[in-house]
């Protein structure tokens, strides 16, 4: 038995040998129907891999015909990738065997690893530890397999029941479940596959992995991921961010409600719960995120075929109102303008329809309307510059046909550089318009909603395109080191999981390492104390309740604000020791503080997210922040756009920019201190949670009044 | 040609005429294929109506091989139902001679009425004064028609494509486009229909009376609706509240965007335009809004078999994770409780399953899961009292068959007297299970979100159904009739369509009448008079700017706070006197406002909106409404549970109720106040615009010590 000898695998950690193998060994191929090592098998057969397939089985001479080994080391050639479907506890075995035979790429299939308990997360870490020391890229274990249309590999290593159509949309999915949802939904609608990876339990290969190598093929345009779970948020977001830039990502990121395992103590550690830290990631990165593999694919459909619409302005091409209402409707759900005519366009719109049209946008052409005003319409409108994008919108009449519909509005469209989607609505008299439509590259939708939805993420897209990257900028008397040398001092503390608080003189060591102002503050032991300190910083004063245990200490009246004299002094210091009785705690001091008039009171905090990491918090304070939530999240490192779009996307920003005629705060400074922020968090993970509440924001300047830090490996 | 007499119809003003006819005559009838005239008629008969057809067309000996007839008086026998398609000029004459012919019922599928413009408006009012005044039911004109599958009737008289088969869900729709598409949609889904009205110009026969058509037709047990706007939306409340306690409705509700065509210049009216009036009324009247044609098939397959969930819990019942965890993303989106299970229940499931599978919810039985698990474990769900709903997931593998997980999931289910829902994922190896699904009545949809979606609107409507009705309450102290003559009085001084300001003592009168608490004002038009009337009023007190044309004091320093002496009035005065000529306006005088201390500022207010009246709106006073948004509405009449319901439903309510410890505020008197305006505005609809600006809640009492009122025809 005699073969081709294989060119040889150029040197390269990358996954080259899983995705673009010249031969392949199927480990556990069968005879038995209804099996996996039987559907995979004809999968690979049926697909018609360019390369041999070698199929191993010691029970078999032949697999379907062709001529089995006992073992890969029996193989006579080279084996790029070998495809494990062999039971679990013979995995490590033979994927040791497949090492020793040369194979630079495994694919595991075979389940009972980190999904079922502590014994399995060690087969799967002896597992990956073996594939990593001798040089191959393991996709899975406990996965679907992995598929490449590239007519020069065409490899279909996966016991789905379908065999993708090439195309320039990469998919890779985390759940096997979803992923044979993915190559279903992909089939249905027609939409070409470049490569899909189940990527299972992620091992070795992650989406990391994928994102980097589908940069560099030129094969794929778009990718698509069904992800549960970030295996590095920082480098996923590093990577994604790269990516997005060049070709669009869409995500169903899945787990939303996953989260709750911390027990948060500080308010933006309760803020920070469910899926802000996801979505912000997402938001940073540039990704296209919707919820459901249906979505996933409705934005493939256009993303794949239609250019990135420039902005909002959608206009309405329909020949029934009903449905150019609802579009209407949608676009004020999914964010995307109506786009206003002006009189000029609806003339030149007049000029091919009869009067009883209606030429405002949804521009109406009423159910007698013909392909050719179709045509002329879709053209007057593309071709202003009032519009950036165009649905059109048909319901078949007994009279007019489809296809001519559909081919009229390619027509129309040609050559505007403007993304266009269609509906052609109902299932009858419109299968004959999908050839016409898809041959124009028009993605169509069931509904007007779904088309909408489309171009609203699209258009969001868009916009992520077009601003500016920033910078992450050099900070005047930021000095980390120090900051990160307090953390660490207050960390040596720490004898559990749940960390250690920094001290006042930790908290203000911090803040001065970073640059953050602060009111003049110190701790006083005694009522007399307190008042000699008042004096010197000159009042009015704050007193603050110091006891073992209390954190929010205005909930039990342990905050004496605005204290103009020494008398007053002494009557606060009096209430703090009968609160902190009442409440049962001790008083070991106050806090004397200068006390900060005027301004807007903010809050800048920092919480610990189990999905991406640290994560910054904006908000206004009090009310705004703990009943209302409206605050906004970003992932660190900040750059300087970031930091600017953090403060303005809360919904009480105007407060902060001179509401009805109110003095403006130095909007500046609450995004340096954020900025600053961002840096300590950048260099030191082991802030588990930080609050400047109030961080109050003068007209110049920002003050952190308060500032609580807790600290945690 | 002699037939068989028709019996005579009841006497009723009902639509019996349109929906239960015994005899139809089409006119408009025609050979020429491809027109209305043409697949109409092949719809009447082809559908196999069960009473006899008359084609009528001066130009035919025959219609598709039926003899017909030159005029509709020339059919030789009694006609119950009349079906126009002839040119719009001679839709009325035809409707005469209809009329003259005793026919009871009228189709007008003609085009070029009130769409049109004024002209076709004035021929549509013609159209519908002859039909009330010979005692005709008008459906119609400009609609695609109707449909009865009862099979004593058996009527088509559409020319949509589709023959819907029989079942037990109603369906009207505004917009014919949307109508065929619904037609489509229940073809599709296998969903089987009771009636179906395309309602179009609604001149006579509105989705009012179909509501209350449908109330009494035992073979409908699922209404829905495709509505664009709402004829008379207090009736349409009255009746939808009343329907939906028996017959759920789904409605979608489009045109959402057509507001804003009313400028509106106080607090309430220019927080009340999109969506919110309709969303209110929706919410009021029990009915599940959803905004997609799909969405409402999605929801109506549920709601023509399945109970109605009497909690939020819902059980996941999956084979693979994946999918159950975006079943779990779902519920958090939708408002539905992932149930959290007991170690009693989990014991039990684990029974049935192996020991990788997952017992917590979702309940993953890993992907050897058999159809005797399905059936076990769904059972010990749905008999446990922690699951109020379950949802079952099964992603087809290669071993287990499809159709047997559908036939266990319905035994599971067997008699439980809970909702169950089924999510068969991919194209491959599920058809085969629809069929059991459909037997055992549960319905299916591709991805988990949908079914999530469904099941949390449906539990929307349970909650609904469970909430007390509540009482309009007689209100002490509430004189309406000398309310409504102040709003009279000051109406006759409207001279166009912007209305009229109430002046401060209609206002005074007003609040007095209806029993509203006001703080002591009087106007000053001079220092020396407002110190007078702050001396007498007591310190301290608030000085308003009075000057015509100004309403928004506060943005223009028209407005002094706090003032405790004699000396601080004449200052204030001043300061008011320069305040309006540095805004070049003319001042008047001030209100001198005994000052209210405490409290929580809240607002009160009333609005008009264009689709459904009359508007209530509550939210907490300053940036809580104007910045945040955060407001809630109710259409009055309120009952005493929608007054509770209204004030509770901001984000801000804690704030009245202690929040943090502050002093609880007089809710019951906000709700109070708020009965006092829903009967205002129920008497008197000339309110255009009321705002109480702000309603102070007091630890007791509250007190309205701004109030703007603006009536208009």
Known sequence: MTQAPTPPLPESPSLDAVLKPRSVAFIGASNRPATIGAELFRNLLGYAFQGPVYPVNPRERAVFGVRAWPDIGSVPDEVDLAVLAVPTQRVLAVAEACADKGVRGLVVITAGFKETGPEGAARELALRDLCRERGMRLVGPNCLGVVNTDPEIHLDATFAPTFPRGGSVAMASQSGALGVAMLDAAEALNIGVSSFVSIGNKADVSANDLLEWWADDPRTQVVLLYLESFGNP????????????????????????????????????????????????????????????????????????????????????????????MATDACEGAGLDVAELSDGLKAALQEHLPAAASVHNPVDMIASASAEQYAACAKVLLDSEEVDALLAIFVPPIITD?????????????????????????????????????????PSYAFPEAAVRVLARAADYGAWLQRPVGDVPTLAGCDVAAARAVILGALSRASDDTGEMLTDPEVSALLDALGVRRPATAEASSAGQAAELARSFGFPVVLKLQAEGVSHKTDLGGVKVDLRNESEVFAAWESLARAAEAHGVTMSGALVQAMVR?????????????????????????????????VAFRIPPLTDVDAAALVRSVRGFPLLDGYRGATKADVGAVEDVALRLSALVSACPEVAELDLNPLIALPSGAVAVDCRVRVAQ
């Open 234 to 325: 920082k480098k996923f977001a590093r990577i994604a961010r790269e990516l997005a830039r060049r070709k669009p990502i869409v995500a169903v990121k899945s787990g939303r409600s996953a989260r709750g395992l911390l027990a948060a103590s500080s308010h933006t550690g309760s803020l920070a719960g469910g899926d802000v830290a996801v979505q912000a990631l997402v938001e940073q990165c540039g990704l296209i995120r919707v919820d459901s593999v249906e979505a996933l694919f409705d934005q493939a459909a256009f993303l794949a075929h239609q250019p990135v619409p420039k902005g909002r302005r959608l206009a309405i091409l329909t020949n029934s109102g009903g449905p150019g209402i």
């Open 402 to 442: 489809s296809r001519d519909v559909a081919e009229a509005i390619a027509r129309g469209a040609a050559g505007s550089g403007k993304p266009v989607v269609a509906c052609f609505m109902g299932h009858h008299g419109v299968e004959e318009a999908t050839g016409a439509l898809e041959a124009a590259q028009i």
């Open 598 to 630: 005027g301004g807007v009171e903010t809050i800048l905090g920092v919480s610990r997210d189990p999905t991406v990491g640290s994560l910054l918090m904006f908000g206004l304070g009090g009310v705004h922040v703990e009943l209302l939530q409206d």
